[in-house]
């Protein structure tokens, strides 16, 4: 009999530890937090970060980098300038699926914003441009861009006593293909968009961003999405692939993306995690366009890149977070 008492209070025991387990489990919330699948760098609370100031470059020469921005000149026929495609008036971006090169010829993909292009590691959807300067040299060559090249664009450019005036004011002497692209890559530099209702929560006012938006952060971080859309420009900081947890849209399987940088097999459908500033203004969304609206586009990306089929309300929250993003260039809101 003496064997009894401890029997007892161990039996007493294994029922007060099942029954706080029961509880624990009866009162934790239904739904967890997923997990981010395999982050690349997770910082989750310290993942968005607001915009750095913007550079405060000569003015000159950010002048003369938006005139040639606007110049249709850098096109072979005088038909296409850089905004043709990057429409400041429209987030920078083209509404349409794929650009329209000269002579009408449509691109291979949907062309991305400047602003805030400036805060990406590489440039392009593959990554193929370093930097702007390299980047700009780009589109003047594409044959189904502007189609032309730099000793047509200095002959061009040569022949106008105002740009002749304008480089020899910011260059001392005539234009040159690195003095074009150092004063467009100037000009870009200052398209960040600062103020967005984002860095006006993040730099401590809590109420730039409503409830909804508030909710939605917090979704898009517990999600995952900002274990790849993070930094200052959510996103335009590493490599993914697209189609992570499930096969992309088959348009987008099309393009082989960096591995057409890379020449290798695993780079295959890897692109640049696009910055997310400003994209309630930038549809279509993906670099085939394959997402018309940002409710798809967000759809589209839990599911592929996490697994996960949202709710009609988190869908409607990560939106409305989404909608914060949109910033003010020199003083004006970004429409
Ligand atoms: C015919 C349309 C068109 C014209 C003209 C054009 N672009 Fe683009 N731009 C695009 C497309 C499309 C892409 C994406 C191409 C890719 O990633 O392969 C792009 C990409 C870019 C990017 C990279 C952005 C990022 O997030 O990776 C920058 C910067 C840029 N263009 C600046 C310019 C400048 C500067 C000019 C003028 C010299 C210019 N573009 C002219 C269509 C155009
Ligand atoms: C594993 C990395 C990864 C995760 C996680 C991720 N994304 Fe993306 N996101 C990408 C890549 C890569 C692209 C570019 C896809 C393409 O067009 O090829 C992209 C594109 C987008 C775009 C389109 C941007 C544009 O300009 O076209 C939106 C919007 C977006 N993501 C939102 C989200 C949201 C919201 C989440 C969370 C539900 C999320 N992403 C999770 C990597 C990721």
Redesign the pocket.
């Known amino acids: 009999m003496s064997f009894r008492p401890p029997l007892v209070a161990a039996l007493a025991l294994l029922c007060i530890g099942l029954c706080i387990g029961w509880t624990q489990r009866q009162t934790e919330p239904d739904v967890l937090p997923a997990p981010p699948p395999a982050p690349p760098s997770a910082l989750p609370f310290q993942a968005l970060q607001p915009l750095p100031p913007t550079p405060a470059l000569p003015p000159e020469r950010v002048a003369l980098g938006e005139r040639l ?1 606007h110049e249709k000149r ?2 072979h026929d005088d038909s ?3 905004a ?3 429409d400041l008036a429209h987030g920078g971006a ?1 509404a349409r699926r ?4 000269v002579r009408g010829q449509p ?8 602003f805030n ?1 400036s805060l ?1 590691f590489v ?4 990554g ?2 370093a930097s ?1 300067r390299e ?2 040299a ?3 060559h594409n044959p ?3 189609a032309s090249n730099w000793p047509e664009v200095l002959a061009k450019l040569s022949a106008d006593a105002g740009y002749l005036q304008a480089f020899a004011d910011v260059y001392g002497g005539p234009p040159t293909a690195e003095r074009i692209v150092d004063a ?1 890559a100037s000009f ?1 530099e200052t398209l960040l968009t600062p103020d967005s209702p984002l860095d006006r929560h993040l730099r401590g006012e809590p109420d730039a961003l409503d409830a909804r938006q508030r909710a939605g952060m917090q979704r898009f971080i517990e999600l995952g999405c900002a274990s790849c859309h993070q930094g200052v420009g959510l996103g ?1 900081n590493m490599f993914q692939r697209f189609g992570v947890m499930e096969a992309p849209p088959p348009e987008a399987a099309r393009d082989s993306g960096r591995q057409a940088v890379t020449g290798r097999e695993s780079d295959r459908g890897v692109f ?1 995690v ?2 997310l500033r400003n994209v309630a203004l930038t549809a279509p969304y993906f ?1 085939d366009a394959s997402a018309a609206t940002l409710d798809e586009a967000v759809r589209t990306m839990a599911r592929v890149q996490l697994g996960h089929d949202l709710t009609a309300q988190d869908v409607e929250l990560i939106v409305a977070f989404l909608q914060s993003l949109t910033g003010r260039w020199r003083g004006q809101a970004l429409q």
């Open positions: 921005f850098l096109s296409l300038s850089c043709s495609c990057h083209d794929v650009s329209l090169g691109g291979q993909r949907n062309a991305p914003t400047v292009a990406n440039q392009f959807w593959d193929r441009a702007l980047q700009a780009g589109p003047v189904v861009e502007m467009l870009e335009g640049k696009p910055g670099h």
